[in-house]
């Protein structure tokens, strides 16, 4: 049995969350995105730990999935919440992971200290799981940073709204984790994505690439890339030089980089359907992210008491949106 079940997702027209069409075709989503990578580097910067977990694929599907788990957790359930058990029951619906590897991910997270067991269960068999300080703080700066790209796109305000009201990452953070859980289009990008986000720091190095590039519109089907080198990489990422070498051969053996010449000073260039193809699989995390906040928002207003008139007005953000 999933833990965690999908929802129908609503009709983007009936709700005026963002669709991927919308992002696509907004003229300011490449540099929003490229501003977005730049605050995920810096977020590797303050957490790197935390960040090279989930700067694999498969581990920031695990690690979306068991703080969801989290989030909807009942205190009065002791198996409720993140158990080894629930985790590997949405492995298992989704393929997203083997059970080794979801068992090895919580062993993981355990031994860095990003989960630690729920104070007051004696019972070892299900062992509830909860986050430690630093995995909440960098969870909620990232998702802050999101409704920042979303602000960004259609200038609305998200960001205030968040502040002012906590509940809306509680309630909107389970909800994208299910969508983009399920969404095969996230879930199992192509591979043009998939050749760096399917390995060790593959992420980080893919979100360093798309903040390099120069020229948002393509030259002759090109993006020229500022200079780049493959020792700063390795030193600013923590991993070894040869990792960055292979991961780049992969890439230039698929013909979506290359260099002008083979001399030292050559600048790189990124294929335009490397670019179109990110931009694209970040449209699908973001339309889930934007679909979220507004079922968040319209959760907490139904619940709002009438003296809280505030919570009325905001929701009526996405009216005025104009993505």
């Given at each position: 049995m999933n833990c965690l079940p999908t929802n129908a997702v609503p009709d983007p027209a009936e709700t005026g969350f963002a669709s991927i069409h919308a992002l696509m075709s907004n003229p300011a989503f490449i540099p929003v995105l490229q501003q977005g990578a730049v605050h995920l580097i810096e977020l590797y910067d303050r957490f790197p730990r935390v960040a090279r977990l989930v700067a694999a694929q498969q581990k920031w599907l695990l690690?979306?999935?068991?703080?969801a788990l989290h989030l909807e957790r009942d205190p009065a359930n002791p198996l409720s919440g993140i158990t080894a058990a629930r985790l590997l029951?949405?492995?298992v619906d989704f393929g997203a992971a083997s059970r080794n590897t979801a068992t090895a991910f919580l062993a993981e997270m355990l031994a860095y200290k990003f989960i630690r067991d729920v104070p007051g269960y004696a019972n070892r068999r299900s062992r509830p799981l909860e986050p430690t300080a630093v995995s909440h703080e960098a969870m909620e700066l990232w998702f802050r940073g999101q409704m920042r790209s979303l602000d960004l796109l259609d200038h609305g305000n998200r960001i205030?709204?968040?502040k002012r009201h906590p509940a809306i990452f509680e309630i909107a953070q389970p909800r994208a984790a299910k969508r983009l859980i399920a969404d095969q289009a996230w879930r199992e990008p192509p591979q043009s994505i998939a050749t760096f986000v399917w390995t060790e720091s593959g992420g980080l190095i893919l979100d360093d690439l798309m903040t390099r590039i120069v020229n948002v519109m393509p030259e002759n089907g090109l993006h020229w890339v500022a200079e780049i080198r493959f020792s700063e990489l390795s030193k600013h990422y923590?991993?070894?030089?040869?990792?960055v070498r292979r991961l780049f051969a992969r890439v230039e053996a698929l013909g979506l980089i290359g260099w002008e010449d083979r001399t030292a000073s050559a600048r790189l260039w990124v294929k335009a359907s490397l670019l179109e193809d990110y931009a694209r699989w970040q449209a699908v995390k973001f339309s889930a992210l934007d679909e979220a906040f507004a079922h968040a928002v319209r959760t907490i207003e139904a619940s709002?008491?009438?003296?809280?008139p505030d919570l009325v007005v905001e929701a009526a953000y996405s009216a005025a949106r104009q993505i």
């Open positions: 690690t979306h999935a068991a703080y029951d949405i492995i205030a709204m968040l923590c991993i070894s030089r040869t990792h709002a008491e009438t003296t809280q």
